[in-house]
């Protein structure tokens, strides 16, 4: 038996290079950090720094082609236990919100009954009740969104991978739904994966900010996030929440 | 009922004009006779309409129904291999190119008389918008949809029942739109070319003779037959596509 404070993710100098017509394009050099079951990880950074990348590389989608990766704890299954979510909600547009929700559940062979009852809470959950049966073009960017966090959910996975969800929605909506995502979370003991390009989003939800920079591509420091829990819109306005995002920036450079 | 009122109208004024034309208008009534004796050709003992309707709508549908089902089957191996979708997509194209119409004197040669070369012709006029538009709906997934449901090891079946198959119906269905109004063309040029019975066939067969109100109400049961074809590709699309996914 493992102890518990074995970290649920653990990288250790991960690189990832893409080949194309004899070029090479490092996508993801050298990302090292661990992170507990349960924990929030934001990475950041700019456009074209790797975050993105290194996320597909976490739910499998690429292979990673340096360094070391371990997801999960025994009985973790890649293939069974991830969830993820886009900056786009890629709704299926010919189906009913409940079976855009449902769709991994399908996919896994899930039980039916209970898939369509769980999708229901979930639906609940991102405050989507009664939404159920109208379709995807129904519903305004937000609440698309939120279906898209309630799908990645649906089949319970231990990990969740988010690739800059709310990146394309007003900042007001933006905000809404990083309170929203912390009280999904909160209540979940689901470990989370927020990729964001946003330093306030990340320092706001996170639990540990990793900053990823971008040219050469590659991690340059990971921050733990010690504000208090509970937090509020408000946090955001504290010494500590300032202090935090002016280091962040300072590591990307931008001060 | 409202929302189709205009189109209605449109339809009647049409109607209305012919009518005008040939009463008071001057039109001679062998150029083009009037709507009421184009109808009185129906009655006409030497002509068998039903059989020559029946003959034509066969030829249509048919020859529609296999382009349907050849081109998506055809679309449908496109996606699942690149090597033969990179070898045969530029061959149809080149294909396409040809005047099919130019066809129809070859396939009497190949395949004789009567409805299987009719058939054949329909077919061939009619195939293309329907592989080229369902191969294009078919590829034109979101790839990070695809990411999405590979997380969960989706396969390729599932995949391509899911969502690729549902994405690409809006683009069947316009490319069957298309095909309808090929199809209905490609019926007649076989009909004219080399037939002994359908609507083409007794437009041929009365011209000598100058029996216009024959030819013309021929005419008009082709257009009928298209009419038909095109409404049933349409309420196939109001049955099976969500009305946000239509395309226009």
Same mark, same amino acid.
């Given at each position: 038996?493992?102890?518990?404070?074995?970290?649920?993710?653990?990288?250790?100098?991960?690189?990832?290079?893409?080949?194309?017509?004899?070029?090479?394009?490092?996508?993801?050099?050298?990302?090292?950090?661990? #992170?507990?079951?349960?924990?929030?990880?934001?990475?950041?950074?700019?456009?074209?720094?790797?975050?993105?990348?290194?996320?597909?590389?976490?739910?499998?989608?690429?292979?990673?082609?340096?360094?070391?990766?371990?997801?999960?704890?025994?009985?973790?299954?890649?293939?069974?236990?991830?969830? #993820?979510?886009?900056?786009?909600?890629?709704?299926?547009?010919?189906?009913?919100?409940?079976?855009?929700?449902?769709?991994?559940?399908?996919?896994?062979?899930?039980?039916?009954?209970?898939?369509?009852?769980?999708?229901?809470?979930?639906?609940?959950?991102?405050?989507?009740?009664?939404?159920?049966?109208?379709?995807?073009?129904?519903?305004?960017?937000?609440?698309?969104?939120?279906?898209?966090?309630?799908?990645?959910?649906?089949?319970?996975?231990?990990?969740?991978?988010?690739?800059?969800?709310?990146?394309?929605?007003?900042?007001?909506?933006?905000?809404?739904?990083?309170?929203?995502?912390?009280?999904?979370?909160?209540?979940?003991?689901?470990?989370?994966?927020?990729?964001?390009?946003?330093?306030?989003?990340?320092?706001?939800?996170?639990?540990? #900010?990793?900053?990823?920079?971008?040219?050469?591509?590659?991690?340059?420091?990971?921050?733990?996030?010690?504000?208090?829990?509970?937090?509020?819109?408000?946090?955001?306005?504290?010494?500590?929440?300032?202090?935090?995002?002016?280091?962040?920036?300072?590591?990307?450079?931008?001060? | 009922?409202?929302?189709?009122?205009?189109?209605?109208?449109?339809?009647?004024?049409?109607?209305?004009?012919?009518?005008?034309?040939?009463?008071?208008?001057?039109?001679?009534?062998?150029?083009?006779?009037?709507?009421?004796?184009?109808?009185?050709?129906?009655?006409?003992?030497?002509?068998?309409?039903?059989?020559?309707?029946?003959?034509?709508?066969?030829?249509?549908?048919?020859?529609?129904?296999?382009?349907?089902?050849?081109?998506?089957?055809?679309?449908?191996?496109?996606?699942?291999?690149?090597?033969?979708?990179?070898?045969?997509?530029?061959?149809?194209?080149?294909?396409?190119?040809?005047?099919?119409?130019?066809?129809?004197?070859?396939?009497?040669?190949?395949?004789?008389?009567?409805?299987?070369?009719?058939?054949?012709?329909?077919?061939?006029?009619?195939?293309?918008?329907?592989?080229?538009?369902?191969?294009?709906?078919?590829?034109?997934?979101?790839?990070?949809?695809?990411?999405?449901?590979?997380?969960?090891?989706?396969?390729?079946?599932?995949?391509?029942?899911?969502?690729?198959?549902?994405?690409?119906?809006?683009?069947?269905?316009?490319?069957?739109?298309?095909?309808?109004?090929?199809?209905?063309?490609?019926?007649?040029?076989?009909?004219?070319?080399?037939?002994?019975?359908?609507?083409?066939?007794?437009?041929?067969?009365?011209?000598?003779?100058?029996?216009?109100?024959?030819?013309?109400?021929?005419?008009?049961?082709?257009?009928?037959?298209?009419?038909?074809?095109?409404?049933?590709?349409?309420?196939?699309?109001?049955?099976?596509?969500?009305?946000?996914?239509?395309?226009?």
């Amino acid at each position: 038996m493992r102890a518990s404070a074995d970290p649920f993710l653990s990288l250790r100098g991960v690189g990832k290079t893409y080949r194309a017509g004899g070029r090479e394009t490092v996508a993801v050099s050298d990302a090292t950090f661990d #992170v507990a079951e349960g924990e929030l990880l934001a990475l950041v950074g700019p456009s074209g720094c790797g975050k993105s990348t290194l996320l597909k590389v976490l739910a499998g989608l690429h292979p990673h082609d340096a360094g070391t990766l371990r997801i999960g704890h025994p009985g973790f299954d890649p293939g069974r236990d991830i969830g #993820v979510a886009f900056q786009q909600p890629l709704l299926l547009k010919w189906r009913r919100v409940l079976e855009n929700v449902t769709l991994p559940a399908e996919i896994l062979g899930l039980p039916e009954r209970a898939t369509r009852d769980r999708a229901r809470d979930l639906l609940a959950l991102v405050g989507l009740t009664g939404t159920e049966d109208k379709y995807p073009y129904e519903l305004s960017g937000g609440m698309q969104q939120r279906v898209s966090l309630a799908r990645a959910l649906i089949h319970d996975p231990k990990l969740v991978l988010l690739d800059e969800p709310f990146g394309a929605l007003d900042a007001l909506t933006r905000e809404r739904m990083n309170l929203e995502l912390r009280r999904i979370w909160a209540g979940s003991g689901k470990t989370v994966v927020l990729v964001t390009h946003g330093v306030a989003e990340a320092v706001f939800c996170a639990t540990q #900010v990793a900053v990823l920079t971008a040219g050469p591509a590659r991690m340059a420091d990971a921050f733990p996030v010690t504000l208090p829990e509970p937090r509020g819109l408000d946090i955001r306005t504290t010494p500590e929440f300032g202090a935090l995002t002016r280091r962040i920036y300072d590591k990307l450079g931008m001060t | 009922m409202r929302r189709h009122a205009p189109a209605v109208l449109a339809h009647l004024a049409l109607l209305g004009l012919w009518a005008w034309a040939t009463t008071y208008g001057g039109v001679p009534r062998f150029i083009l006779p009037g709507p009421l004796e184009t109808l009185r050709a129906l009655a006409a003992p030497q002509i068998d309409w039903p059989r020559h309707l029946l003959v034509t709508a066969t030829q249509a549908f048919g020859g529609f129904a296999l382009a349907v089902v050849v081109g998506v089957a055809l679309a449908v191996v496109f996606t699942w291999s690149a090597a033969l979708r990179r070898a045969l997509m530029p061959l149809l194209v080149t294909l396409n190119l040809i005047p099919k119409v130019a066809l129809a004197p070859l396939f009497i040669v190949w395949l004789g008389y009567g409805i299987v070369p009719n058939i054949a012709i329909t077919f061939v006029i009619s195939f293309f918008p329907i592989v080229i538009t369902t191969a294009r709906g078919l590829a034109e997934v979101e790839p990070e949809l695809l990411d999405l449901v590979r997380v969960v090891r989706a396969t390729r079946w599932q995949v391509f029942r899911k969502i690729q198959l549902p994405s690409a119906l809006p683009y069947l269905f316009s490319g069957m739109r298309v095909a309808a109004v090929l199809a209905i063309a490609g019926t007649v040029v076989g009909e004219f070319v080399g037939s002994e019975a359908g609507l083409g066939f007794v437009m041929m067969a009365v011209q000598g003779t100058l029996d216009t109100p024959s030819m013309v109400m021929a005419l008009i049961l082709i257009t009928l037959v298209g009419v038909a074809m095109y409404l049933a590709v349409v309420a196939l699309e109001r049955a099976a596509v969500t009305e946000d996914a239509r395309l226009r």
